[in-house]
């Protein structure tokens, strides 16, 4: 069998970069080979994938991607009604806050089962995402949010626990608050994160308006912080360790830091 057949192309996009992997199918699904490609453009979703094509693979004839944070428009909502009421809901909100035409909208149950998660995205980018990949001979199968998908993974391993995660990104952090095993606030910010005095800054913000009344002190309410990669897992060590946070592991995307 070709290894059209036997894979699947997997892209995790933000403004600033495009990682590419190929990843086998099958009962033992695993990264066979992956490139990155970081810088602004319409053009970096062919050049994550011609860096694979450079190395010699063959390309499959499906995709999926992840959307990342900063591409996104986020929401909560009371967990009221049923999935499609959610949805119908979060698209009217979207288009009556944002005063903008042509979103795809999308809603997950949070962990913990008390709200709703939605998202819109401007389908204008999926177009041309879609297009990229026609050229290519590659059907867009999946479209994914990276941000459900973190979650899920981190409840999975058992990684979301009362506190505040803080989900890094290129262009700025997800604050994500839990308490009783359930999510009570999201929202993004737009920061340096590279930073160190200004992510401590905005993460001490955080922890001061959204920890409970009775926590005292920020050292009691437990922070979770998720990097973007290996590279900034690795600078953020020394802070993490000072400020008493607890660093999550990677997603194994087999991407490169």
Request: hydrophobic residues 45%.
């Amino acid at each position: 069998m070709s290894l059209r057949l036997k894979s699947e192309l997997r892209l995790r996009l933000g403004p600033q970069h495009c990682e590419a992997a190929l990843w086998r199918r099958g009962l033992r699904k695993r990264c066979i080979a992956s490139f990155a490609h970081y810088g602004r453009g319409a053009s970096q979703l062919d050049q994550a994938i011609d860096g694979l094509v450079a190395a010699g693979h063959q390309l499959p004839d499906a995709a999926a991607i992840s959307i990342d944070d900063e591409l996104l428009y986020f929401a909560t909502m009371p967990a009221a009604g049923n999935w499609q009421e959610t949805r119908a809901s979060a698209a009217a909100y979207f288009a009556d806050s944002l005063g903008l035409e042509g979103l795809l909208v999308e809603v997950c149950l949070a962990p913990g089962g008390r709200s709703w998660l939605s998202v819109a995205l401007d389908a204008s980018l999926v177009d041309g995402w879609r297009a990229a990949l026609g050229q290519r001979g590659i059907a867009l199968r999946h479209l994914r949010v990276g941000l459900f998908e973190d979650l899920l993974r981190l409840r999975a391993s058992e990684s979301l626990r009362d506190g505040s995660l803080v989900l890094l990104r290129r262009e700025g952090a997800t604050f994500v608050s839990m308490a009783a095993g359930a999510i009570t606030d999201l929202a993004w910010e737009r920061c340096e994160v590279k930073d160190p005095e200004a992510l401590l800054a905005r993460v001490r913000a955080h922890c001061e308006r959204r920890s409970p009344p009775e926590v005292d002190g920020l050292t009691q309410w437990p922070v979770f912080v998720l990097p973007f990669d290996l590279a900034h897992q690795e600078s953020l060590a020394p802070m993490a360790a000072q400020q008493a946070w607890r660093l999550l592991a990677l997603a194994g995307t087999g991407l490169p830091a």
